[in-house]
């Protein structure tokens, strides 16, 4: 396993930096000192290497949700690393953004971005869920649809060219899906003691005089 790791690792980096088209099965081996031969032990094909730098990337994404906290924590959490990760590994959406362009001229990355895609959309789609259940998001939104418009947003900020791609856009970006979501608003209100959702918790934890 660590051979493999090691193995993603150097793909992951030469994507990062050289795009896909500088993905060469023999630097990926001489990066960790081994020859192509012992790599195609491990990855039989560039397919299956590049399955595992998306497997890779996507770890990164997950390490966003935690299951710690309210739904609506959660949720916040989760833009929250998103910007710590744009901030702290730009490489992570340099890597995505090769996906997305080269996805559109090959069949394989499509069928693995694709895959990616709908994992992504249905976590986001279950988070949303329990958080409009809580109160914490808008309750006009759906959010199957919701979650469709985060992803669509956040991989087009992928494919913008790297001087265009930074930890401020964004940042500004996730601000709009906030308040959007409602994110804001909610807090705004829980801070006020307004929150609705807070007061019907409040008010079922109440008994009546002389109870």
């Not at 559109?104 to 988070?127: F, K, S």
């Amino acid at each position: 396993m660590e051979r493999q790791e090691e193995l993603v690792a150097a793909a992951y980096g030469l994507v990062a930096t050289r795009g896909f088209e500088g993905l060469r099965t023999r630097d990926v081996a001489g990066a960790v000192g081994l020859n192509v031969a012992t790599l195609h032990y491990y990855y039989p094909t560039k397919e299956a290497l590049i399955r595992g730098v998306v497997g890779h990337a996507m770890g990164r994404f997950r390490s966003t949700l935690s299951p710690a906290g309210s739904p609506g924590e959660q949720l916040r959490a989760h833009l929250g690393g998103l910007r710590r990760l744009a901030r702290d590994e730009p490489e992570l959406f340099a890597v995505m953004g090769e996906l997305a362009l080269r996805a559109r001229r090959d069949r394989a990355i499509a069928a693995i971005v694709r895959e990616t895609d709908e994992v992504w959309h249905a976590t986001l789609a279950g988070l949303l869920r329990r958080a409009q259940k809580e109160g914490a998001i808008a309750p006009v939104l759906k959010p199957d649809d919701a979650a469709g418009v985060i992803v669509a947003t956040l991989k087009g900020i992928f494919i913008l060219p790297a001087d265009a791609r930074d930890a401020r856009r964004l940042d500004r970006t996730l601000d709009q899906l906030e308040r959007w979501l409602g994110l804001s608003a909610t807090e705004a209100a829980r801070a006020r003691g307004r929150d609705p959702a807070a007061r019907r918790r409040s008010a079922g934890g109440r008994g009546s005089p002389g109870s």
